[in-house]
T-cell receptor, first 115, second 112 residues
């Protein structure tokens, strides 16, 4: 199983550029989410989706956009990159969310630097 | 505000030794608590998941405990190996379970 696949692994952007981080899972999971991980902080939720066509904002959504056209894919778009968006981004998925003990699977991460 | 605090921030132990990592949380209402292992440059990997009614869960040499009354959890690693060198993250789920609060992790280094 490939699990959760993120691309690219590394990216350098100039301030103001836009880009899309790709995330795909092959486990038929309904729930997918994007997190960012910054030094000295726990992972923070950017956006999440409970199924195809349904997305919602997390804790730090500003400057990011998502869509969920299929169960498998959940891309994260940076609209106009800023240095504050320099971070490591993780995509995650699980069968469901709620009072459940479903395992949450994470991708390998995307290292983004905005200069 | 929901919070998860982990201690120590970092730890160095010799190969073969045991260690215990701590997690204190102020998350309400509690749903479940998870421990993850994150190798450098990799994504977090699930070790254990515990609900309110569980006070111990093992995964090989990893044993997690949960005291829901004191809102504390620990992760005990037995007979450490070099490959145990990683960050260990405590994650607490609140409410209906879709509100995850992540700790900042304990950085463990196992040396020869």
């Amino acid at each position: 199983n490939a699990g959760v696949t993120q691309t690219p692994k590394f990216q350098v952007l100039k301030t103001g550029q836009s880009m899309t981080l790709q995330c795909a899972q092959d486990m038929n999971h309904e729930y997918m989410s994007w997190y960012r991980q910054d030094p000295g902080m726990g992972l923070r939720l950017i956006h999440y989706s409970v199924g195809a066509g349904i997305t919602d904002q997390g804790e730090v959504p500003n400057g990011y956009n998502v869509s969920r056209s299929t169960t498998e894919d959940f891309p994260l778009r940076l609209l106009s990159a800023a240095p504050s968006q320099t971070s490591v981004y993780f995509c995650a998925s699980s069968y469901s969310i709620g009072p459940t003990v479903d395992t949450i699977y994470f991708g390998e991460g995307s290292w983004l630097t905005v200069v | 505000k929901n919070q998860v605090e982990q201690s120590p921030q970092s730890l160095i132990i010799l190969e073969g030794k045991n260690c215990t990592l701590q997690c204190n949380y102020t998350v309400s209402p509690f749903s479940n608590l998870r421990w993850y292992k994150q190798d450098t440059g990799r994504g977090p990997v699930s070790l254990t998941i515990m609900t309110f009614s569980e006070n111990t869960k093992s995964n090989g040499r990893y044993t997690a405990t949960l005291d829901a009354d004191t809102k504390q959890s620990s992760l005990h690693i037995t007979a450490s190996q070099l490959s145990d060198s990683a960050s260990y993250i405590c994650v607490v789920s609140a409410g209906g379970g879709n509100k995850l609060t992540f700790g900042t992790g304990t950085q463990l280094k196992v040396e020869l």
